[in-house]
């Protein structure tokens, strides 16, 4: 059962924002506050799996070859990259730009990983998309999945930041149920819980928000 009044600005964010030609993102604007965020042990960084996703399928591009490859593939990856492809990207760092702005993510086998770092870390790296490695005894269709349904609560030194909970056209229950579950994990890893919140608002990409803490 989710909180009342989490519910209750979810509706009223939902119901009174705008209509928009296309489908928007519901995000949380998350400020914190008595935190030394210099300090490293003050950032937040976890991965977060939502209950009911995120309302749209990732691009997820899978640097892989063989059978792995194969099966990312049948796993739903939108790209997978060969050793072959690989060394193309390379030598062609618009092309490699064009794919890293596509994908919201990427996996690679590990034996990959020093050939991305090298050739492509000054174009995955700024952009936060250099590869999740897949350990040899992960499934890649697994992964795939899960990460389908996980965002990144990432405030790097800022005391304020942003995280996507699904979409606008989602059910406002589910929706609600995302948004409690990056609050309860916020809670677990802050330093003093629920006491380094300042405010926390749901707000459409376009549209009006409304204060959840």
């Not at 304020?160 to 059910?171: E, S």
């Amino acid at each position: 059962m989710v909180e009342k009044t989490i519910l209750e600005a979810v509706k009223k964010v939902v119901e009174e924002s705008p209509k928009r030609n296309f489908s928007e993102s519901v995000d949380l604007a998350i400020n914190l506050k008595n935190l030394d965020m210099n300090q490293p042990k003050n950032r937040v960084d976890e991965e977060v799996i939502l209950p009911h996703g995120l309302g749209k399928e990732l691009k997820i591009g899978v640097f892989a070859k063989g059978d792995v490859g194969l099966k990312a593939k049948a796993a739903g990856a939108a790209y997978v990259i060969s050793d072959v492809e690989l060394e193309e990207l390379a030598a062609d760092k618009n092309r490699a730009r064009v794919l890293a702005n596509e994908c919201d993510l990427f996996i690679a086998e590990t034996q990959f990983m020093p050939i991305i770092g090298k050739n492509l870390g000054i174009v995955l790296g700024p952009r936060g998309k250099m590869p999740i490695p897949l350990m040899p005894n992960k499934d890649v269709g697994e992964l795939i999945q899960s990460k389908q349904n996980a965002v990144k609560l990432r405030s790097k030194d800022r005391l304020t930041f942003h995280v996507a909970v699904g979409r606008r056209d989602m059910n406002p229950e589910d929706l609600a149920e995302n948004i409690e579950t990056i609050m309860s994990r916020l809670e677990r890893v802050l330093d003093k819980g629920k006491h380094n919140l300042r405010t926390v608002y749901v707000t459409t990409t376009m549209g009006k928000s409304e204060r959840v803490v």
